[in-house]
């Protein structure tokens, strides 16, 4: 069993910042690539950014320059710094990641989500 759990979510005002964390544990071999997505009231879950198990890491054209994915594979744990917040940011965000269990499966799991309000 593998579990993700997000923290760090809050109310920022507009041009302030965040960071979230998403923590692994478990039966953990080895995580792998490690993402964000974020879902607002009414719209699909739409992909924010990606981090793979060497670091690489991947933005969407609307948080990019904004945002920074990075980990701590140490502690299996992502990280998503978000500065400069705008109010259309709002959401809940989610992590995923793809992880090798100690009996060698590859699972793709999710947290339950941290709620991001930017509002003044």
């Known amino acids: 069993q593998v579990q993700l759990v997000e923290s760090g979510g809050g109310l920022v005002q507009p041009g302030g910042s965040l960071r979230l964390s998403c923590t692994a544990s478990g039966s953990i071999l080895r995580v792998n690539s490690m993402h964000w997505y974020r879902q607002a009231p009414g719209k699909q879950r739409e992909w924010v950014a990606t981090?793979?198990?060497?670091?690489?890491?991947g933005y969407a054209d609307s948080i990019k320059g904004r945002f920074t994915i990075s980990r701590d594979n140490a502690n299996n744990t992502a990280y998503l710094q978000m500065n400069s917040l705008k109010p259309e940011d709002t959401a809940v965000y989610y992590c995923n990641a793809f992880v090798t269990t100690t009996n060698g499966a590859l699972n793709h799991n999710w947290g339950q989500g941290t709620q991001v309000t930017v509002s003044s």
């Open positions: 981090i793979s198990s060497t670091a690489t890491t």
